[in-house]
């Protein structure tokens, strides 16, 4: 456990000193701003959706490292993916988060996802990590321009 640690920990900079699809989208359809006053993350996530399914999703702004490797992460795994899948992704996502953390993590189904587990045990820092979904979420049902952990 403690490598897996260790490991995910690695992975969470990784991501936030090279975030892929860090950047500004001009021609998006939607933009949905994203605001974390506890920590002060603020990111912009950017979507084109076509027929349902996410062409093309990037995302910008700044944030401490858990909320920025988790729009990176989140970005790069739901590019091509329909609406539904997303909603999906994020379910699971979600779930992981909020549990105990002594609940056995699902490497299989979490994939990637699975280095915010450490999250589990600072609820506070699970508003960093869930930030950006929460924004693509929104976007995805293309009702707000801006969601707020508060
Ligand atoms: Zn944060």
Redesign the pocket.
């Known amino acids: 456990m403690a490598n897996n640690r260790a490991l995910y920990e690695q992975v969470i900079l990784e991501h936030n000193k090279k975030p892929r699809n860090f950047r500004e989208m001009p021609d998006a359809d939607r933009a949905i701003k994203g605001n974390?006053p506890l920590?002060g993350?603020q990111f912009t996530i950017y979507l084109k959706v076509r027929d349902g399914v996410i062409e093309d999703i990037s995302f910008h702004g700044s944030?401490?490292a858990?909320?920025k490797s988790s729009a990176s992460i989140m970005t790069s795994l739901l590019k091509g993916k329909t609406k539904e899948e997303a909603e999906e992704v994020f379910r699971r996502f979600h779930s992981m988060v909020t549990t105990d953390p002594d609940t056995p993590i699902d490497n299989e189904t979490l994939g990637k996802l699975a280095v915010f587990s450490g999250v589990r045990e600072f609820p506070v820092r699970i508003k960093?990590a869930t930030l950006a979904w929460h924004a693509m979420l929104s976007g995805l049902d293309g009702k707000e321009e801006s969601v707020t952990t508060e």
Do not use: A, L, V
Request: charged share 10%; with cysteine; proline share 0%.
């Open positions: 974390n920590c993350d944030g401490c858990i909320s960093c």
